[in-house]
């Protein structure tokens, strides 16, 4: 058994009250959070699915990360957020590893520690690790 968990799945979207009104209204979701996160350049809404959640993701500037993803691939899935005890002990572990990080020392946000594992050390796809709270 392991102790890592699924946090949230992460979705890129053009309109956020669209793809709010579909996931509550057409889904019956409950938004937990619903804020703007202007260091990160983007609109999020976080959506309860028991006991992980939805992210959904709005650019709020044409030149950030998200801005670009969307320009490029479009609407869609855009990071898988795991849960690690200790995300300084798995920052570690993956940079000796050789794994490529995009955040060698983790951020914060709203009491969350969190950093990216860029694409291509996860088969392709972008990874962020959540410290799970003690």
């Not at 300084?88 to 955040?103: F, H, P, Q, T, V």
């Not at 983790?106 to 969350?112: S, V």
Request: glycine share 8%; charged share 30%.
């Amino acid at each position: 058994m392991t102790d890592i968990g699924l946090n949230h799945l992460a979705i890129v979207v053009d309109d956020l009250d669209a793809a709010l009104r579909f996931w509550r209204e057409g889904l019956g979701l409950k938004a937990s959070v619903v804020q703007s996160v202007p260091d990160e350049a983007v609109d999020i809404a976080f959506l309860e699915l028991g006991d992980a959640h939805i992210e959904l993701l709005k650019p709020t500037s044409s030149d950030s990360g998200v801005a670009k993803f969307l320009a490029q691939r479009g609407p869609g899935l855009h990071h898988l957020c795991l849960e690690v005890p200790d995300l300084d002990a798995k920052l570690a572990e993956l940079s000796a590893r050789g794994c490529e990080l995009i955040n060698e020392t983790p951020r914060k946000r709203d009491g969350k520690r969190y950093a990216f594992i860029h694409p291509k050390s996860a088969g392709g796809v972008l990874l962020e690790l959540y410290e799970r709270k003690r």
